[in-house]
Every structure is written in structure tokens, then in C-alpha cells.
């Protein structure tokens, strides 16, 4: 009866190592066990230990805790989709995380079967809708009124099918349609973030925008995107055109979190309009943090990787330029530019914020909002957390937001001993990008750039980054 008590205190005052101690002491009595039982595997739930509550949830076979057993079942799914390392099966188990989301999709009237042997032939329309039927259901995209997916040239279609489901399926990779001549006008796949804001700041005027809009409820909000695109549509008369889509489903049904299948699955939408608006060049807010530099932290030469040349290539074969304006360019030059616009108050990274306002708490308001002046709380839990860890995420441009706000020294050891440089040149252009913007766009690319930043000056410090003495591949 003591252990019973004690175990009941030890949890309720969160104490679940010491609860779990006393609950496995008692967990063999017959009247005991249920209770015992609960606390062990609530303990284990609490400190998310969710290897331990399904290993135990497994042997017992209590029904009563199937709740545990397939929430830890669905939060091992999701940990494993970010890449991180599970120690125990999976196999045999299904993550039902996604199935009420799946489920709620909208269905065309009439259903089609996979067609794996003609990838093509799986896009078709129904009014503005483009149905794409993929191996384990349905996604779509609302196109504008006269939209016509007969008019869409064939390697447009292959292009969105191979950047949907390639990661899974190897046979979408197959080039069978014939080369589309190249459009005659520029676009960007426009998120309304910091990085894509500076990229549309550097292209042409008549640049055409595509927002992707998430056509189902989740925690990312388009409120802050709708008013920087209210703006941007109505007073600076650009063309933007926001398609509500649901395509970043596809990865729920591989055990990935809702997001796009490959990073440039994000112009999916762009590409399907490229008939239909004559598009010749699609760009991306892609920063110096993903192209010379790896993961953020290591340099490499962006201009050779298998990724840049294999994509280069592919889009070129849909008529399309793959066109890179801010390749050159960090985060922190990002924030430069958009700075020097008036769209700056309709600009905020925070997900989780209120309003126009950011949380103060998270990552992002951390080395996103701070160097801008905004409030954050350098305590928070998660900013602490992603301080501690090592390698440091979005590793350079976070030494440089510690080094702008004048934090090096309230920063992690670790981290200080990666801030022994001067951090200055990291808002200015790596220069040798110039020549991956495709020459239709260079020379106007360049002139805006250059009005907003400076340059690197060689030899370039960019390309002595390796915060952690990695070896790339
Ligand atoms: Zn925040």
C-alpha cells in the first residue's frame, strides 16, 4: 500500500523515473498490476519514450492502453520520417497518424487506377479542378477559369509527376515526352517567406508569382502570405495567382510529416500553368544556406553537385529555365533585402505567432525575427534546446544571428568556439553565382542585386566553411 502511495505521489508530481521504479516493484501483484501498469507506461509517454511504450504495450497486450501503443506507434512514424534513427520494428504496424486527413480528402466524380507504365496518363480534369491520381489515391490543384490541362504539353506533366512521387517511385525518373520549346516569361514559386520575398525583389516586374496554398487546415497559416499577396497583387500590381492544392499528402502515405515530396515539388502548380501563362523560367527563393553550403555548414561546389546539374537539365527539357536568383545569397542577405522594401511588415517566419505578430519562443523567431529587431526569449525552451545541439541547425546563419545580436557570450561553449571569425561577409553576394542565373535573366538579376548588397571580396571566406570538419561525399 506504501509503494502504491508513493508511486501516486511520485507521479503526480512529475517525477516519472521514481514512479515507474516503485510501480515496477508492485507490478507483479495480482491487484496491483493494472494500476502499475498505467503509471509505467504514462511515465514512459510523458518522458516520450516511445520505443519503451511500445516494446511493454506489445508484451502485455492491454488493450485497455491502446491508446499509447498507437500514439507512440504514429510518433515513432513521424520521427523516423525526419530522419531520425528507431531502434525498434516497425514493421507490421501502420501509422494512422494521417488516416483522418487522408480520409477527409475531397475524390474525383469519376476514380482512376494508377497508370505506372504512362505517368502522363494519370492527370485529368474535371471543371478547374486537375485531378493526379497517384498509386494510393488522389491529389489536386484549382487552376484559374479556362484553364485547359489538353493544352498542357506533355514533359510539363512527366516534370510534376517525377518531382511528386520520384522519391518512391524510380520509374517516374523516365524521360519519354518530347522537349517543350522554352516560354517566354519568368515566374517564381512564391511561399511569402523572407527568402522568396528577396527573390521576387531581384526578378523582372512582370515576373508571374504562383503561391501554393494548402487546401487543407493545418498549423501552417496563410494569413501573413494572403496580406504581403493582397499587397503585392493591388498596390505594386504584380501577378500572383494562389492555387490551393493538396499534394503534399502524397508524403503522409509514405510515414513522412505533410509537406512537399521533393524540394521543388513546390513549383508543381507553376509548371502545370506554364502553357497557359507561356512560362520559360521558373525560380526558386533557394539561399547561399542550400546551395554552396551543405546542410548550412559545409561549402561545396553547388554549380557541380549531381542535384544542380540533374535538375538544370530536367527542367530545361519542360522549356524551363531552373533560375536560382538568390543561390548567392544567405538568409541573412535575405533579410537585407527585404528590408530595404516596404513589404518588411508583412514578413514573419514564426508559424506559430498571432496576428502579424511572432511567438518569441520558437527557432525561427529566434534567428529570424531577433536580428530584425523583434522580440524573442532567449530562455525559451526550444531556442535553448536548438542551441545545445550539435551541429547547431541552420548552423552558419545562426552563429550570425548570435554574433548580430550580441549573444556570442551567453551562448553554448560550443557555439563560441565556432564564432572565433568576423561574421560580416555573410551578408554580402558570393560573386561566382552569378554564373548559374541563366543568361536570359542574368544580366537584370545581377544590376537589382547589386543595389541591394555588397559583394564578397576573394579570397571568400564562404569557402573555408566546414563548421565541423565534415567530409562531403
Ligand atoms: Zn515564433
Known sequence: ????TLMRRAYNAGNYSRA???????????????????????????????????????????????????????????QKGKGQKINISLEGFQSERYSGLQGSQPVP????????????????????????????SHCYWDMPEDFKLEHVHTSLLELVAELLLSPWYKETKHQLQPQRKK???????FSGGTDSTAASLLLPDDTFHGYHERSFESQLKHDNAKKLINHMANVQDKQ???????????????????????DLACASHLILLADHFDIGAIAFGMPLDNTWLWKGRV??????????????????????????PIAG????????????????????????????????????????????????????????????????????????AIDTMGLKNQAPLAVQELMLN?????????????????SQWREHVWERISTYLEMMEAPYPLELVNLYNERLE
Open 329 to 400: 545569397i544567405s538568409e541573412a542577405g535575405a533579410m537585407k533585402i527585404c528590408q530595404q522594401s516596404e513589404l518588411m511588415p508583412f514578413l514573419n517566419s514564426c508559424m506559430r505567432g498571432e496576428a502579424d505578430e511572432g511567438c518569441g519562443e520558437c527557432w525561427k523567431c529566434f534567428h529570424k525575427n531577433g536580428p530584425l529587431g523583434r522580440p524573442y526569449n532567449f530562455k525559451s525552451n526550444e531556442i535553448q534546446m536548438f542551441l545545445n545541439r550539435k551541429p547547431i541547425p541552420t548552423a552558419m546563419h545562426a552563429l550570425w
Open 1 to 4: 500500500m506504501i509503494r502504491r
Open 183 to 189: 516560354g517566354l516569361n519568368p515566374s517564381l514559386s
Open 422 to 438: 568576423d561574421f560580416s561577409w555573410w551578408e554580402k553576394v558570393y560573386p561566382p553565382s552569378k554564373e548559374i542565373i541563366p
Open 299 to 324: 561549402f561545396r561546389q553547388f554549380e557541380n553537385t549531381d542535384y544542380f546539374q540533374y535538375w538544370r537539365k530536367r527542367f530545361s527539357h519542360a522549356g524551363l529555365d531552373l533560375l536560382l
Open 240 to 262: 500572383i495567382f494562389s492555387i490551393p492544392s493538396n499534394h503534399e499528402i502524397i508524403r503522409t502515405y509514405h510515414d513522412k510529416n505533410i509537406g512537399f515530396s521533393t
Open 109 to 136: 466524380n469519376f476514380e482512376r487506377q494508377w497508370n505506372g507504365q504512362n505517368v502522363i496518363g494519370n492527370f485529368f480534369q474535371e471543371n478547374q479542378r486537375i485531378w493526379f491520381r497517384f498509386p494510393q
Open 20 to 78: 515507474r521504479h516503485h510501480a515496477l516493484k508492485i507490478v507483479h501483484i495480482p491487484g496491483e498490476q493494472r494500476l502499475a501498469r498505467s503509471v509505467i507506461i504514462r511515465s514512459h509517454w510523458n518522458q516520450q519514450e516511445y520505443e519503451e511504450v511500445v516494446l511493454l504495450l506489445q508484451k502485455w497486450k492491454d488493450s485497455d492502453m491502446r491508446f499509447y501503443l498507437q500514439k507512440s506507434i504514429d510518433e515513432l512514424f513521424s
